[in-house]
């Protein structure tokens, strides 16, 4: 997976520099409109005058609106160097002696397997930086407004993960299978008619059937876990931020703003997926060289 790494940073270096620095302005105001919330409501519980609600307000919709822009230009220049990555590697697989190979082989490559290692190069540094850091961000906050809270959403963070590089690797073993009986009933069709490649590229549509349905029940099982333990931390958040404000532990604002961590829960469990896609990919990239021994840089 490094080696994937170490790729992407030689062809799209440039690139990436320009992603990263939006991702970390993104996730850097994360916690800001948190902090405005509890601004804004412990004002209005106490004697906020209106100027300065509508100052906090302003200020409030503007964080929001810069955040959604920055985000708009990452996601564009994401996926237009994830293009550009694509037809490179597209490129380089027909011209590198196409014709030493079988066809099938080659188009199966250039169809889907390119496009997925190449959409990858677009946001492997980008996305986990972005996730990652609107994670501390909120979780930074949160932990020095109440510590419990912070533990408490720590505490959700690490069985995510622990059940997402779990399960990834067997998804990543039947992704790997079914990529190369792929490859091999495409060239069979390629290489003879279709009625002498007969019954073994049948048995290979079967096989890939069970490939798909294995990594089926691996993803949608591991989601289900993980969106679980999702809204197990959402609802733990609003039960321990409202028993902290009951007993007079903390003000309204900060348990407003607590609330307003809640939709996190959805960065965390994308964070706790995105090493195991990272190495999905890298696998991919593997089987890419091998077919084709041919350099993506």
């Known amino acids: 997976m490094l080696d994937?790494?170490?790729?992407?940073?030689?062809?799209t270096g440039r690139s990436q520099i320009l992603l990263i620095v939006l991702s970390i302005l993104i996730a850097g105001l994360a916690a800001l409109p948190l902090k405005l919330q509890k601004e804004i409501i412990n004002g209005l519980a106490g004697t906020m005058q209106r100027h300065t609600l509508i100052l906090l307000c302003v200020g409030y919709l503007g964080v929001l609106l810069l955040r959604n822009a920055l985000k708009f230009v990452l996601q564009y220049k994401s996926a237009m160097l994830s293009e550009g990555v694509i037809r490179r590697i597209r490129t380089?697989?027909?011209?590198?002696k196409a014709e030493e190979r079988d066809r099938g082989t080659v188009v199966t490559m250039i169809a889907s397997e390119a496009e997925e290692v190449g959409r990858f190069a677009g946001s492997a540094m980008a996305s986990p930086l972005l996730q990652l850091g609107t994670l501390v961000s909120v979780v930074a906050y949160?932990?020095?407004?109440?510590?419990?809270?912070?533990?408490?959403?720590?505490?959700?963070?690490?069985p995510q993960a622990l059940i997402a590089v779990g399960v990834q690797q067997r998804i990543n073993d039947r992704v790997a299978q079914r990529v190369k009986v792929m490859r091999r009933a495409t060239g069979r069709i390629s290489a003879e008619d279709i009625?002498?490649?007969?019954?073994?590229?049948?048995?290979?549509?079967?096989?890939?059937?069970?490939?798909?349905?294995h990594i089926f029940i691996f993803k949608?099982?591991?989601k289900l876990a993980m969106n679980a333990l999702a809204a197990l931390g959402a609802a733990g958040i609003l039960v321990l931020g409202g028993l902290l404000v009951i007993s007079g532990r903390t003000d309204v604002g900060r348990g407003g703003s607590t609330v307003g961590a809640v939709p996190h829960f959805r960065a965390v469990a994308c964070l706790s997926r995105l090493l195991?896609?990272?190495?999905?990919?890298?696998?991919?990239?593997?089987?890419?060289?091998?077919?084709?021994s041919y350099d993506a840089a």
């Open 4 to 11: 994937l790494y170490q790729r992407i940073w030689t062809v």
């Open 195 to 213: 009625e002498s490649a007969g019954q073994a590229v049948l048995n290979d549509f079967d096989e890939i059937y069970e490939a798909r349905r």
């Open 142 to 158: 949160i932990a020095a407004s109440q510590p419990v809270l912070g533990a408490f959403m720590v505490a959700i963070v690490v």
């Open 220 to 222: 949608f099982s591991s």
């Open 92 to 96: 380089r697989i027909y011209q590198d």
């Open 276 to 292: 195991p896609r990272s190495q999905c990919r890298a696998d991919k990239y593997e089987l890419l060289l091998a077919a084709r």
